[in-house]
């Protein structure tokens, strides 16, 4: 017999936050070759090679807003609409070209290429949405945006 005085269970129930939101998200990897002019001059950490093209294995997160439960927007089609994205940034394998881009920016390119897909959608209701953009999935950066249309 334990010891333990338990508690009776008490039911639960999930309960929607009021302002909260679903979002779908889909991840890739891009294979890539990048550099940064402006790199951090410190004489203690040198990364004075980040100015040079060098490769990563770039790791994409795609985020986008949906508003029902019943799979409004395909995560299949959106990953590899992701995997065109990449390539159309980095370039082929068999074509790779260095870009000059930091994570931070390489996000910014991919969320523009989003904002013309929601501007496509026959819908005008606002939709958030971020891409995280990481250096072989260690460090990187996320860019959060909110999506609207008007006329």
């Given at each position: 017999?334990?010891?333990?005085?338990?508690?009776?269970?008490?039911?639960?129930?999930?309960?929607?936050?009021?302002?909260?939101?679903?979002?779908?998200?889909?991840?890739?990897?891009?294979?890539?070759?990048?550099?940064?002019?402006?790199?951090?001059?410190?004489?203690?950490?040198?990364?004075?090679?980040?100015?040079?093209?060098?490769?990563?294995?770039?790791?994409l997160k795609?985020?986008?807003?949906?508003?029902?439960?019943?799979?409004?927007?395909?995560?299949?089609?959106?990953?590899?609409?992701?995997?065109i994205i990449?390539?159309?940034?980095?370039?082929?394998?068999?074509?790779?070209?260095?870009?000059?881009?930091?994570?931070?920016?390489?996000?910014?390119?991919?969320?523009?290429?989003?904002?013309?897909?929601?501007?496509?959608?026959?819908?005008?209701?606002?939709?958030?949405?971020?891409?995280?953009?990481?250096?072989?999935?260690?460090?990187?950066?996320?860019?959060?945006?909110?999506?609207?249309?008007?006329?």
């Amino acid at each position: 017999m334990s010891m333990v005085k338990r508690k009776s269970v008490k039911k639960t129930k999930m309960l929607q936050l009021p302002e909260g939101t679903t979002s779908i998200f889909v991840t890739t990897q891009v294979e890539g070759i990048h550099y940064w002019s402006k790199a951090w001059k410190d004489k203690l950490l040198n990364v004075n090679y980040l100015k040079h093209p060098h490769r990563h294995m770039f790791h994409l997160k795609l985020e986008l807003q949906v508003y029902n439960d019943d799979r409004e927007l395909e995560f299949l089609v959106m990953k590899r609409w992701l995997n065109i994205i990449g390539q159309k940034i980095f370039g082929d394998l068999a074509h790779l070209k260095p870009i000059p881009m930091s994570c931070e920016m390489i996000a910014k390119e991919i969320l523009k290429e989003v904002q013309k897909f929601v501007s496509s959608l026959d819908d005008d209701r606002i939709r958030s949405a971020s891409c995280e953009v990481s250096e072989d999935g260690e460090n990187g950066a996320i860019v959060s945006v909110m999506f609207c249309r008007w006329s």
